[in-house]
């Protein structure tokens, strides 16, 4: 469907933010803009909008009997898994733009989430102003704060929500705008600080022939990369740097989740992945880090970020579970390790370098994984900054990408 096909989507639970749903798509209309509104409330009255909360309702896989239970808990989770089957499966929304407090919030990203990168989102929340990264997700959800709740309309609200509505309108447009596109396949490259050099010499290794895309692994940086690659937006994957391991099975504050490497075994892309920054779980400042870490090793990277140094029995889990994640992977896959160190604090003289747990790290992946004539674990000689490591890193990509 062309762009000239879609429309400007605006969801609110219209038994209580009708008012305010309203006001945003008379605005947009009067902007020139198709507009569809959407009523996502839970009381399965009749309301206003295009839309009604029935018809959302029963794309719920057990129908809308299963939204409108008459408990708030249970109606809204269920309004959120039938609105974002309903966007999902809803060509003609060319943009969404939300309203809602943190009910509202809850129930309406999901659908936006739904939707594939470059879809503007716009959720208008009392909860923008706080951890948004529940409701965001890998995605490209803006929020913008209500600052005063999304209950009626005064000198505050109707400026913000004119606001949101011009945001909405001219993404809306500008994604009809083509963007320069060259032609060159995607790929995604994973990133940390102590991996930044390793990456330098990568892409321009690879950049005659793709286009590289850099993420940064924090935890939503590997699921927004393995959103792409399960949207079919990127040829392959080069995951130098799993550090996101470490903090989800340590309790670090930049986890991925437990479908870390799920978008490699469904696609079946093309992958090269290694152990950067294996040696480190993240934490907030020191006073943040949890009782039964004292007195291990950490290194302070800022006031905000301290670095713990992970052990031999830790590395060992680790090794394990991502080797048991990379034998679900059907597709051509090459996992590298770096003999001589996997972040730019494990080095020689450096604060984390410890051959003892890193040797536990590499002995559980070759334990544990299963090798094949498409999934092969390669060592290599150097430290995961060397230009060795970087060059080998590429050669083995070009190699499975191109066969």
């Known amino acids: ?10 969801a609110a639970t219209y038994d209580t933010k009708g008012h305010e749903a309203e006001y945003v798509v008379d605005l947009l209309k009067r902007d020139g803009l198709d507009v569809v509104s959407v009523d996502v409330s839970t009381s399965g009255a009749a309301s206003a909008a295009q839309v009604q909360a029935q018809e959302v309702a029963r794309s719920h896989p057990d129908g809308p009997q299963a939204v409108f239970t008459g408990d708030r808990g249970t109606a809204i989770a269920a309004m959120a898994l039938a609105f974002e089957r309903y966007a999902a499966g809803n060509g003609a929304i060319g943009a969404l733009l939300g309203l809602g407090g943190s009910g509202g919030t809850a129930l309406i990203t999901p659908a936006m989430r739904a939707l594939p990168i470059g879809t503007p989102k716009l959720m208008v929340s009392t909860m923008a102003s706080g951890n948004v990264a529940p409701y965001v997700g890998p995605s490209d959800i803006a929020m913008m704060y209500s600052v005063t709740d999304v ?5 505050i609200s109707r400026r913000v929500l004119a606001n949101a509505a011009g945001a909405i309108g001219g993404a809306f ?19 940390f600080g102590v991996t930044t050099a390793c990456v330098q010499q990568v892409t321009p290794l690879l950049e005659s022939r793709y286009d590289c895309l850099v993420f940064h692994a924090t935890g939503t940086g590997g699921q927004s990369m393995e959103k792409l690659l399960d949207s079919h937006l990127l040829s392959g994957v080069l995951d130098l740097t799993t550090t996101e391991v470490c903090d989800f099975l340590f309790g670090g504050v930049l986890a991925c989740t437990e479908d870390r490497f799920g978008a490699v075994a469904r696609t079946r892309a093309p992958y090269v992945g290694s152990c950067g920054a294996l040696d480190m779980v993240n934490f907030g400042g020191m006073d943040t880090i949890p009782e039964r870490y004292q007195g291990r090793k950490f290194y302070p990277h800022n006031p905000q970020v301290t ?13 394990e579970w991502i080797a048991a994640k ?27 370098w410890d051959p003892q747990a890193d040797a536990a790290l590499f002995a559980a992946l070759e334990a544990k994984l299963v090798q094949t004539p498409q999934r092969r674990l390669v060592r290599v000689p150097c430290h995961i900054n060397d230009p060795l490591f970087a060059k080998t890193a590429v050669d083995h990509f070009l190699e499975i990408a191109t066969h």
């Open 1 to 10: 469907m062309t762009q000239s096909n879609r429309r400007v989507f605006v």
């Open 307 to 319: 670095l713990m140094r992970t052990t031999v029995e830790e590395n060992t889990a680790q090794g």
């Open 151 to 155: 209950a009626g309309l005064n000198r």
């Open 173 to 191: 447009r500008q994604a009809g705008v083509a963007i320069e596109d060259d032609g060159r396949p995607a790929v995604g490259i994973t990133m």
């Open 326 to 352: 990379l034998n679900q992977c059907e597709g051509p896959v090459r996992f590298l390790i770096p003999e001589g160190g996997v972040s730019a604090l494990d080095a020689p003289g450096q604060a984390f």
